[in-house]
């Protein structure tokens, strides 16, 4: 007997399974297509590395926990989220920054951590950092936020973001770590515009003009809206120059007709993809508390 004969053969001995039979107890039915989202560019990039891994492991369905000694699990593993110890801290790498948030509360209770976290839209400078997080000031080494590696960008291959939390720690945390936004989400926390990496990088604002700032803006193809500062002694925001000192003011959100070019730039801040906020006044404004000796 050759090899094609024999191989013949042991197929003719392999049981296999009616189609419906097979339909059914995977749960597939017909005429119900999937979902569809239209994805975020820089989400379609992470579905692409996501899924030419998985050409590696296709067998393997659904999130997966290992178990160490005693039964506690020493580590999880979801298409949104991998969390294992290394070095003495829990290591969680976001896989999908999109997930929904209880995809993550899954995940941290199956290692037992108590972490609720969130993932929120943030300013490109942003991204990474934990944009809130309680309970309040946190002792160093306590828990963290950031990139991995430390400057990638969210949608290169091998890029995560990760959130660290020691090992043994006990107690509950909730925290907010920045995530890149979506089209026309507002960020929930932003740099100022002319930070590395934000809209208007290296644009001086210190003494200029809505409209001289306009022409920086209009360059880059950016959009504007207007926010209007005022000093107000009874305000609890404080707004410290270390050039000038502190300021007590309040802010309102004003209409572009009614801004006009010769007013001042106080600040600018990102406020969505391609947008940024130009916080104007209509002249300079006294700080609250002097620096000594100005």
């Given at each position: ?57 296709a ?31 829990w ?53 963290e936020?950031?990139l ?12 995560h ?87 007590r ?46």
């Amino acid at each position: 007997m050759n090899e094609t004969e024999l191989l013949e053969k042991m197929r003719s001995q392999i049981a296999l399974r009616d189609p419906d039979e097979l339909a059914a107890a995977i749960g597939w039915r017909p005429g119900e297509p999937a979902k569809t989202r239209r994805p975020h560019r820089w989400r379609r990039l992470v579905a692409g590395v996501v899924v030419t891994a998985g050409l590696a492991a296709a067998a393997v369905v659904g999130p997966s926990v290992v178990a160490g000694i005693g039964g506690s699990a020493t580590s999880y593993a979801s298409s949104a989220i991998d969390i294992r110890q290394e070095n003495g801290q829990w290591v969680a790498r976001i896989k999908d920054p999109l997930a929904e948030h209880a995809e993550y509360a899954k995940a941290f209770r199956a290692v037992e951590l108590n972490v609720d976290l969130q993932l929120v839209p943030v300013s490109p400078s942003f991204v990474g950092d934990l944009v809130r997080a309680r309970p309040g000031p946190r002792p160093a080494g306590t828990f963290e936020g950031g990139l991995e590696p430390s400057g990638c960008k969210i949608g290169e291959a091998g890029c995560h973001l990760v959130f660290r939390v020691p090992v043994g720690f006990e107690g509950d945390v909730r925290a907010q770590l920045g995530r890149p936004a979506e089209p026309g989400e507002v960020y929930l926390a932003a740099a100022t515009a002319t930070m590395p990496g934000e809209a208007l990088e290296g644009v001086r604002l210190e003494d200029r003009t809505v409209g001289e700032v306009l022409d920086e803006v209009h360059k880059r193809d950016l959009q504007v809206v207007y926010e209007q500062v005022k000093s107000d002694p009874d305000s609890p925001t404080y707004f410290i120059d270390g050039r000038k000192g502190t300021f007590r003011v309040r802010y309102e959100p004003i209409a572009a007709d009614a801004v006009r070019s010769d007013w001042l730039v106080w600040r600018a801040v990102p406020h969505s993809e391609g947008v940024v906020k130009l916080v104007v006044t209509p002249q300079p404004l006294k700080p609250d508390a002097p620096l000594p000796g100005s």
